[in-house]
């Protein structure tokens, strides 16, 4: 038996009560089918288009093998394009950000154009076309200060997605927001561990002291059932739309994203030790004012999820970069006119996010040595409070059977 074959027999016979089977966390052949059918075939969430605030503005990203470069052209453009030299394929972009006049590899100086054609090749004679040697695009999309990607020859429709959930994000104003701060860490586990933690807090009030301050341990916050149902996710909805702004949940047919307004805890409105807005200047002017807006969350599997206040944001996207390790960067996004020391104390903005996804790293490693033992099987699931993992387990089940060649499963079974 293949190890497609292998691979589908598992997920076909899962039981959506139980975690996945030991390999789905450990395997590299099994990795590598992860980055097949998803990574390279769907929309990634990559950064921001308050990132590259200027001509030649750059960011790189690694999705898989493939290096990208995303570069903003003289039209003012947001353009991705593979990070390799079409010369011998060097890389051209060797920074995590920055600026320039022009993509210029560094090895033989091919120089590109930030629209990705070819201006300079030395000495390759008379026959040779530039025309024909300009950079591979990659797809690349925006959506309301969001920056998107896509590897893949023929990338999936976007516009379903951009719908639903630019009318929630705009009024943040992200795209003319700036990054007050960024942290980058390795999680040695499988990108779906980094992900099923994310998607429970049952673990939260032995684990998270500080979050626990302001984020609510109820299931219909971090998960999906009842959501509807919560009065006090009902009343916030309620006072949101009362002043303009989109706030109740919506999830898509296939579950890869959605989106709702929660309630934090004690009427906080932030993310703070004291539950106090950690920027005084608010991202803007529709989501200012006495109104609490509690916290926007965005989840879009399977690299991003997002939470947005009154006064910051924070966009968090999970990369993978082989079957036990994982990369995580997190963004506090504030006004592009808040000031530090002024307007916002650093250490107050990041303090909880930042003991947060150390503490959560630590549980992602001590989760994946475990799953590591022969001893591992799969547990089952608490429904009350890990409805979120379920569903985050089902849609990577429903994605990955017809991909690997199986009959789609029944949707939305925990929805």
């Known amino acids: 038996m293949n190890i497609r074959d292998e ?19 450990t395997d590299p052949a099994y990795f590598q089918l992860d980055l097949e059918n998803i990574f390279y075939r769907d929309w990634l969430f990559v950064g921001h288009d308050c990132e590259l605030p200027l001509t030649g503005s750059y960011m790189t990203v690694q999705i898989g093998a493939y290096p990208v470069v995303i570069v903003r052209d003289k039209e003012g453009r947001i353009r991705a ?8 394929g060097s ?27 070819l ?64 942290s980058t860490i390795i999680e040695k586990g499988n990108w779906k561990l980094v992900w099923e933690n994310n998607r429970e807090c049952y673990h939260c009030a ?9 984020y ?39 579950g890869r994203y959605r989106i709702t307004r929660i309630p934090l805890l004690n009427d906080a409105v932030s993310y703070t030790m004291s539950g106090k807005a950690a920027v005084k200047k608010p991202l803007s002017d529709a989501v200012a004012g006495d109104t609490n807006i509690g916290a926007m969350l965005l989840f879009n599997y399977p690299t991003t ?30 006004h592009k006119d808040a000031v530090e020391g002024v307007d916002y104390d650093l250490e107050e903005l990041t303090y909880v996010w930042l003991q947060t996804n150390d503490q959560d790293r630590r549980i992602v490693e001590e989760n994946a040595l475990g799953i590591r033992s022969p001893a591992y099987e799969p547990g089952p699931y608490s429904v009350q409070h890990e409805g979120g993992v379920m569903q985050f387990v089902e849609w990577y089940t429903n994605t990955m059977i ?10 939305s079974r925990v929805a």
């Open 7 to 25: 691979m589908l027999g598992l997920l076909s016979a899962h039981d959506p009560n139980f975690s996945l089977e030991q390999k789905f966390y």
């Open 81 to 88: 394009f593979h990070n390799t030299c079409r010369h011998r």
């Open 91 to 117: 890389r051209i972009c060797t920074q995590d950000k920055g600026k320039v006049n022009r993509l210029v590899c560094p090895y033989h100086q091919w120089g590109y154009e930030l629209d990705g054609s």
């Open 119 to 182: 201006r300079i090749a030395r000495q390759v004679g008379p026959d040779f076309k530039p025309a024909d040697w300009g950079l591979k695009p990659v797809h690349c999309e925006t959506v309301a200060g969001y920056i998107y990607i896509c590897v893949a020859d023929e990338a999936p429709d976007f516009n379903a997605f951009r719908a639903t959930v630019e009318p929630y994000l705009a009024p943040h104003n992200i795209k003319d927001a700036k990054v007050a701060f960024e």
């Open 206 to 214: 032995g684990n998270h002291p500080e979050l626990c301050r302001t």
């Open 216 to 254: 609510p341990e109820a299931p219909t916050a971090t998960g999906v059932q009842g959501v509807e149902e919560d009065p006090e996710m009902i009343a916030l909805w309620e006072n949101c739309e009362a002043i303009g702004l989109k706030a109740r949940f919506q999830m898509a047919k296939d």
């Open 305 to 334: 999820w997002n939470h947005l206040m009154s006064d910051h944001a924070i966009s968090f996207r999970v990369l993978p970069i082989s079957a036990e390790e994982t990369m995580l960067t997190t963004k506090w996004l504030v």
């Open 402 to 411: 017809p991909r690997l060649g199986g009959k789609t499963q029944n949707l």
